[in-house]
């Protein structure tokens, strides 16, 4: 960060009275030649495998993106899910590579690409299912079940919106913590993306992706998430650049093969361009 960036920065928040930052332009991303970007360790959205790689449908296609930009340097930074959006606004990176949802509440606070992803939802459960349970309305219904989300997740809103009452529902950092919270009963499922459940349900024998799983219906709708980029307000021009590349890059084969390697469905890759981002944040929020 330059020395005259961080004198305007300085002098914004005394004007202002608050301790924002302001967001890193396209110019200043191509003059220093990197860019910060954040993903959550979530597989298969995006995540840093052992080597210290970053993967995943967001990072891949971020990486094919920022050479097109000219920008030869990405930093990695990885963080909770529930950590990505404060983090941008406090200019922690300059870029989320999560795959995350487009929902009206979160384009109140931060910008999005166009959606890069597409998805449904899933549940965890124990090996052979023994709460029977195939569906988020089964939490409304059944006083007797619990079922974990993801600590800022759009899950939350879904439980909500079906009826389910906060104390059926445990908090989790992490999707890492998924697997032990419902091999021990702690929670009898874990509510997330299939491709989330089906990764998780690979790692342990303990556990299951719930078989004949219902989708949730909200607003009389079958839910569906666009997972696109995200940027701190006042990265409009990064946000176009990345949306200019990223529509072109959608009508390669080589976008659709990085989706499908990571587990990604023919419907999913089609899904992709079904919803506008605008379209998505100018929809009734659950």
């Not at 590579?97 to 597409?118: D, G, H, I, K, Y």
């Not at 389910?164 to 419902?182: F, G, K, Q, W, Y």
């Amino acid at each position: 960060m330059t020395i005259k960036r961080l004198a305007t920065l300085a002098a914004g928040s005394v004007l202002l009275g608050t301790t924002a930052l302001s967001a890193a332009t396209l110019e200043e991303i191509q003059d220093s030649g990197t860019i910060r970007i954040a993903v959550a360790n979530e597989i298969p959205y995006g995540f840093v495998d052992p080597m210290g790689n970053a993967q995943g449908a967001g990072p891949d296609v971020a990486k094919h993106i920022m050479e097109e930009l000219g920008v030869e340097n990405i930093e990695w930074v990885t963080t909770d899910f529930s950590s990505l959006i404060p983090g941008l606004q406090a200019d922690r990176f300059d870029m989320v590579a999560a795959e995350m949802a487009v929902l009206p509440q979160r384009c109140e606070s931060v910008l999005f690409s166009e959606p890069n992803t597409s998805y449904g939802e899933g549940l965890l459960v124990a090996a052979g299912n023994p709460k029977d349970i195939h569906a988020f309305s089964d939490f409304a219904e059944n006083d007797d079940l619990t079922v974990a989300i993801m600590a800022g997740a759009d899950q939350l809103e879904m439980l909500q919106e079906l009826g389910v009452p906060e104390d059926r529902m445990v908090t989790l950092a992490a999707n890492s913590d998924a697997i032990s919270n419902v091999s021990t009963g702690r929670a009898d499922a874990y509510a997330a993306t299939s491709l989330t459940v089906a990764s998780l349900a690979d790692k342990s024998d303990q556990v299951e992706g719930a078989a004949e799983f219902t989708d949730p219906v909200i607003g009389g709708e079958p839910v569906r998430s666009w997972g696109a980029f995200t940027f701190a307000e006042g990265s409009e021009s990064l946000r176009d650049a990345v949306n200019e590349e990223l529509t072109a890059f959608k009508e390669t084969e080589e976008w659709a093969e990085i989706l499908t390697s990571y587990g990604f469905s023919d419907a999913d890759v089609q899904g992709s361009g079904t919803r506008a981002t605008e379209d998505l944040c100018a929809a009734e929020a659950m």
